[in-house]
């Protein structure tokens, strides 16, 4: 059937599709009252006190005072900006001062960090209440790198102004229903390492008794990438014998492309999918059983190259998977939180249980700063802060990511499914229209090359993106320094690692002073107007002490919290995502319109009917 000359492709376009009718169960979730943080069971109301209505005007107020604000001029005004915006957090460093944001807006937003609740809000995601409201779930990916017996918690535990030791809610045990949620993360991470050093050191074997060469990661959004952006940014410390892909998309030439590099005797495929539901995925996990089946993988031996991560652990045994080969995960995770999950057995494999620990360490470092560290010098609630000013200041802005690093180049991608998905939301927790944007557009490339792309809108386009610099620091040093090369040496000639090193590193540095300084016209210049750049335009730096799974987890927790603090702020609910199914009932309703006899096809409307992704026979 093509497009255009295909009937039913006409009748497709055609047809009007009146919205699948919103179920009255979900209708009742909608209408569900929040659990008041740290007093669960007891209903709130929006803003009882009119307290957060106040502390949003003043900074509405302020904000829109700042449009005009030199940000240069803050440096000579405010004395101690640098210390007031510039923050250390589990071994990052943020500079936060190139912004539109006086200490005066500051103040003011900290009072709306107190009138949102944001310390009681994080308390209760860390104390495992309910706080997806329209959900009735807990949001409990902070305990997945909680510290079990492996990992001392050098920080001991937190102790409050009157110096009475209390219970330190990062470690305290915790329960959701009756499950003791530090045994379950404990015992799925223990079989994880046995079968990731099992892989690695190659005594799991394919059916034909090969080691394992390759591991293809079969999921989408949440179940996709964050284990490509760790794979990728970890890629140098990966096993020598081990290549990891990612197959995603349901776009046939997709796996075609990807099939033709691997070899069905030495394949493993990880299905990764928290609902065992998602149509893509249940295609391409049918696809990659059909072909090993066809690279002569007997149907006996399929379980030494299928293993699944879920929490729908029936959906991945009525795939045909047992219990040994599923490596569940609590539905107290959400999909784009869930890289510290089973979901991030693919990371494990690649650079092994002890690397995959020391991410989780990292990671747990940021939860630490951010449950102890006061607001104002706290790296993930500045961070949210600057993001909302940002958006009042500079109305219908994106926000623009630019890690200058290769290793980091779907770092963008990740952060965009983080914000978009958790904060595109037009109602708050109450069902109660926003009357402000939120979850600004999310984009970016790796510099230095998005510098010789889009970087001249952000210089002197119309409008303005506020970016933020994420930049490791190599540990090997950064040698020699550009302007130390021999007098007359070839621009292109290779100058050695350390000294590129220290290219990159100041090219983010000059690239983020460009923006906030511009450039006056000569006098005289005839092309002045067009060689003129403003200046005055925003932008964050984080710099990372190298790039290792420790500096990795610490970075994605601090996107995690700034989102999630976000959410809190514009009290909106960060972790449903009900917008994403209304296109995938569709999508299933004209799949079988899209047939060449316009009928529904009986294999395409079993994958595609985002039932639970189990064929009639898979016995693995
Ligand atoms: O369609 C959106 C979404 O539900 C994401 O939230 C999630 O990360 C992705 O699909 C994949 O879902 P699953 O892991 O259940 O297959």
């Known amino acids: ?74 440096f000579d005004s405010e004395p101690e900006r640098l210390d007031r915006f510039c923050v250390e957090a589990a071994g990052l460093w943020l500079d936060l001062s190139r912004n539109r944001l006086p200490e005066s807006g500051l103040d003011a937003l900290l009072a709306l960090v107190d009138a949102a609740g944001v310390p009681a809000w994080r308390d209760a995601m860390f104390a495992g209440h309910a706080i997806n409201g329209t959900e009735g779930r807990p949001a409990l990916h902070v305990a997945l790198r909680c510290p079990h017996g492996r990992h001392r918690d050098v920080a001991g535990p937190a102790v409050d102004a009157g110096t009475q030791p209390r219970p330190d809610p990062l470690t305290a045990p915790l329960k959701v229903g009756d499950e003791d949620i530090r045994a379950v993360v404990r015992n799925t991470l223990d079989r994880m390492r046995a079968f990731a050093e099992a892989v690695r050191d190659g005594a799991w074997r394919g059916a034909t008794g090969r080691p394992i060469t390759d591991i293809v990661n079969v999921g989408i959004g949440g179940s996709h990438l964050g284990p490509e952006l760790a794979c990728g940014a970890l890629a140098s410390l990966g096993h020598p014998r081990l290549r990891t892909h990612f197959l995603s998309n349901v776009d046939p030439d997709a796996w075609q492309r990807l099939a033709r590099e691997l070899d069905p005797a030495s394949t493993l495929a990880i299905v990764a999918s928290k609902s065992w539901r998602t149509q893509e995925t249940a295609m391409n996990a049918l696809a990659v059983r059909e072909w090993l089946l066809a690279g002569g993988v007997p149907e006996d031996g399929l379980h030494r190259h299928f293993v699944g991560v879920t929490a729908n652990v029936a959906g991945a045994r009525a795939f045909g998977l047992s219990d040994d080969t599923i490596f569940p995960f609590g539905d107290w995770v959400g999909g784009r939180y869930s890289l510290w999950s089973a979901i991030g057995l693919p990371v494990m494999l690649q650079i092994g249980s002890g690397a995959f620990d020391a991410l989780l360490a ?16 706290n790296a993930p609630i500045l961070l949210a802060l600057v993001s909302l000013w940002n958006g009042l200041v500079h109305p219908g802005c994106t926000e623009v990511i630019a890690p200058y690093s290769d290793a980091l180049a779907r770092l963008p ?41 889009f970087f001249q809108a952000l210089h002197q386009g119309t409008r303005i993106h506020p970016i933020d610099f994420v930049v490791p620091v190599p540990d090997a040093g950064l040698g020699k320094a550009a302007s130390e090369r021999p007098e007359g040496g070839a621009p292109l000639a290779d100058s050695g690692a350390p000294s590129r090193a220290a290219t990159l590193l100041a090219n983010a540095i000059a690239q983020a002073e460009a923006l906030m300084r511009g450039r006056e016209p000569a006098p005289g210049d005839p092309l002045g107007p067009h060689r003129e750049c403003p200046g005055n335009r925003p932008s964050n730096t984080i ?38 199914e209304l296109g995938k009932t569709l999508a299933a309703r004209i799949e079988p319109l899209l047939a060449d006899d316009g009928a529904p096809d009986a294999a395409s409307e079993g994958a595609s009917g985002v039932a639970a992704l189990s064929p009639p026979s898979l016995a693995l």
């Not at 990292?362 to 010098?377: I, V």
Request: charged share 25%.
């Open 362 to 377: 990292g990671a747990h470092a940021m939860d630490r700063h951010f449950a102890d560290a006061p607001p104002a010098r």
């Open 413 to 453: 991608a990740w952060l965009q499914q983080l914000q978009m998905e958790s904060n595109g939301k037009r109602v708050d927790r109450h069902g109660n229209p926003v009357a402000y944007d939120t979850a600004p557009a999310c984009w970016g490339e790796p510099g230095t090359g998005a510098q010789h792309s």
């Open 543 to 580: 710099l990372l002490d190298a790039l290792t799974p420790a500096s990795l987890g610490a970075l994605l927790a601090l996107y995690e919290h700034k989102t999630v603090t976000l959410g809190w702020l514009w009290r909106i609910d960060s972790f449903d995502q009900w917008g994403v």
């Open 1 to 74: 059937c093509r497009p255009r000359s295909c009937p039913n492709w006409r009748a497709a376009r055609s047809r009007r599709y009146t919205s699948p009718a919103t179920s009255e169960s979900e209708r009742t979730l909608k209408r569900r009252q929040e659990t008041e943080p740290g007093n669960p069971g007891q209903p709130r109301s929006p803003d009882p006190d009119g307290a957060w209505q106040a502390a949003w005007t003043a900074v509405e107020r302020q904000a829109a005072a700042c449009r005009a604000l030199r940000i240069d001029g803050l």
